[in-house]
């Protein structure tokens, strides 16, 4: 009886070597521009007890309702969920361990998330987040810093053109004086609605007005607008938001319908949005979620942040430059075998102990295969360990790359062994200059 094919599980991607260097270069970039902002890496368990979620982002929000991956753990009972998400989780730590009992906290984070949806370009079951999240801040200063901080990264990874939109919700008073309007306008025209939109009248009204349904749209246009229910102290928050972002040359429009599918949000919210991608056009969404920390309970505190969808923005970075070609290694160490591996692999860790990357050639085979599969690493030099290398203490290094002008390995050339490391990396900080 055949065996059925292993594949992965629908809507979950392998990484392979080819695209990897892409990864590795946004990761490198991302990283050090929080760090350059003053964030700290956090990092949480990928699973979570399932209250985190259905007390912070709402248990009649589609996330909770029909994404989650959520399960009984059958050792011990305990409702159990793959996170969808990672401010809660986050929010989760920061009360666990106490983290702003000494001042506010600037924290990143990095990796898998989960949701069960429908696969397509742009929005995968399981996929990748980079977020940032400010808390202990009250002010919009820090919504602007880290409006700011994104607009560098994008100029970092090269990835423009790309808009920002911005809305307030407000706080809790006005939104649900809001709430109760919007329901009794969409209520006078029942019949207009779809079904997701009937489904939400009543428990997520405000997802209404980001639906994507064309057929909608003239009616979310007549809908009440939240930024018209704002009281004076949402309203200069958010005035102030938009000062700060003008004096520091931020273009941006203000969309009164741009909602986020998250309980916890309040005041801020804003999106970062591309042409490029077609319905998966965001790729990074974000804003003030004060109320999240009393949610989840702690002791009341302000917070604001953003998460970036990783696979959205790769998509972005491939199309602007495409995959990053990098050679596997520095070196390619050959030999003949028996005495000459032993010296090949001694030789292979005294040029690592010097910071070079070195592929020693594995089994035996002809000093020409093994050639060939020196050249096709990428490398920049080729190290022979021969025989007569061998009994001579050295090794014949070759240049694999044709460069101009003159340089030390211009020909093969033997080095003592006891050498290599300190000659090549010369010799690859003379390519440099």
Same mark, same amino acid.
């Given at each position: +009886? #055949?065996?059925?094919? =292993?594949a992965a599980i629908r809507g979950m991607n392998d990484l392979l070597p080819a695209d990897a260097p892409l990864w590795e270069t946004f990761e490198a970039r991302v990283v050090d521009l929080l760090k350059s902002y003053g964030y700290q890496q956090i990092r %949480?368990?990928?699973l979570e007890h399932t209250a985190v979620f259905t007390r912070g982002i709402g248990e009649v929000t589609d996330i909770v309702e029909k994404e989650m991956y959520s399960f009984t753990d059958t050792?011990? $009972?305990?409702?159990? %969920? =793959?996170?969808?998400e990672n401010t809660a989780s986050v929010v989760r730590a920061v009360i666990e361990h106490n983290l702003l009992y000494d001042g506010p906290r600037r924290l990143w984070y990095m990796g898998p998330m989960f949701r069960h949806e429908r696969p397509q370009r742009g929005r995968y079951r399981q996929f990748h987040q980079v977020g940032a999240e400010a808390l202990g801040f009250p002010g919009p200063d820090v919504d602007a810093e880290l409006i700011l901080m994104l607009k560098r990264l994008w100029d970092v990874l090269g990835v423009g053109p790309v808009r =920002?939109?911005?809305?307030?919700? &407000?706080?809790l008073d006005e939104r649900l004086q809001h709430r109760k309007d919007l329901v009794a306008y969409f209520e006078r025209h029942h019949g207009q609605l779809d079904a997701d939109a009937r489904r939400r009248l009543h428990t997520n009204p405000l997802r209404i007005l980001d639906t994507k349904n064309? *057929? +909608?749209?003239? =009616?979310?246009? $007549? @809908?009440p607008r939240l930024i018209?229910?704002? $009281?004076? @102290? #949402?309203? /200069?928050?958010?005035?102030r938001l938009q000062q700060l972002l003008r004096a520091n040359g931020v273009e941006y429009a203000i969309n009164p319908r741009l909602v986020r599918g998250l309980d916890y949000y309040n005041l801020t919210v804003f999106e970062w949005i591309t042409d490029?991608? $077609? *319905?998966? !056009? %965001?790729?990074? !969404? &974000? &804003?003030?979620?004060?109320?999240?920390?009393? +949610?989840?309970?702690?002791?009341? /505190?302000? /917070?604001c942040g953003f998460a970036i969808g990783v696979e959205r923005v790769i998509d972005l970075m491939r199309e602007a430059a495409g995959v990053p070609q990098r050679p596997l290694c520095d070196v390619y160490v050959l030999h003949q075998g028996g005495a000459t591996l032993a010296a090949a692999m001694r030789a292979a860790e005294s040029m690592r102990d010097t910071g070079l990357d070195v592929l020693l050639h594995a089994g035996e085979s002809s000093l020409k295969s093994q050639m060939k599969k020196a050249d096709a690493s990428g490398a920049e030099f080729a190290v022979i360990v021969g025989e007569a290398e061998l009994a001579a203490g050295t090794a014949a290094v070759k240049a694999l790359r044709a460069r101009d002008g003159a340089w030390p390995f211009a020909e093969q050339k033997a080095v003592a062994l006891d050498r290599l490391g300190d000659a090549l990396v010369e010799a690859l900080e003379s390519l440099s200059e």
């Open positions: +009886m #055949s065996k059925q094919k =292993l %949480t368990p990928i050792l011990n $009972g305990e409702q159990l %969920t =793959l996170r969808p =920002l939109e911005l809305n307030s919700l &407000g706080q064309p *057929a +909608m749209q003239p =009616l979310v246009e $007549g @809908a018209e229910y704002l $009281g004076d @102290a #949402s309203r /200069a928050h958010f005035e490029r991608l $077609g *319905a998966q !056009g %965001t790729i990074c !969404g &974000g &804003g003030r979620y004060d109320p999240l920390i009393e +949610m989840l309970g702690g002791k009341p /505190a302000p /917070a």
